[in-house]
Nanobody, 116 residues
Framework: QVQLVESGGGLVQPGGSLRLSCAAS????????MGWYRQAPGKPRELVAS???????YYRNSVKGRFTISRDNAKRTVYLQMNSLKPDDTAVYYC??????????WGQGTQVTVSS
């Protein structure tokens, strides 16, 4: 049963932009925190950005000022707008959803490649 559906990855040149989306199914109740992680080859998975149900956001230092996380609660969707992309942003990006009841759900991952 697919509970999170991601879209929006791809290949982009340095300095370009991409927008990732992640839609949660209605089987996930009381969504609290939604976020994006990424994992580059040979590196651990790292938190990129997160947003709570009241709109409080967190960004890792390396993406501050370039990435923007947002969510549409009515659509049960979280977005990650990525601007001024750098080769170091190349990774598989995973959506992460946490419910108030303690459940945690991961998306299937979407590849983002920044290369000229």
């Amino acid at each position: 049963q697919v509970q999170l559906v991601e879209s929006g990855g791809g290949l982009v040149q340095p300095g370009g932009s991409l927008r990732l989306s992640c839609a949660a199914s209605e089987t996930i109740f009381s969504i609290y925190v939604m976020g994006w992680y990424r994992q580059a080859p040979g590196k651990p998975r790292e938190l990129v950005a997160s947003i709570t149900s009241d709109g409080t956001t967190y960004y890792r230092n390396s993406v501050k000022g370039r990435f923007t996380i947002s969510r549409d609660n009515a659509k049960r969707t979280v977005y990650l707008q990525m601007n001024s992309l750098k080769p170091d942003d190349t990774a598989v990006y995973y959506c992460d959803v946490n419910s108030a009841g303690g459940g945690r759900y991961w998306g299937q991952g979407t590849q983002v490649t920044v290369s000229s």
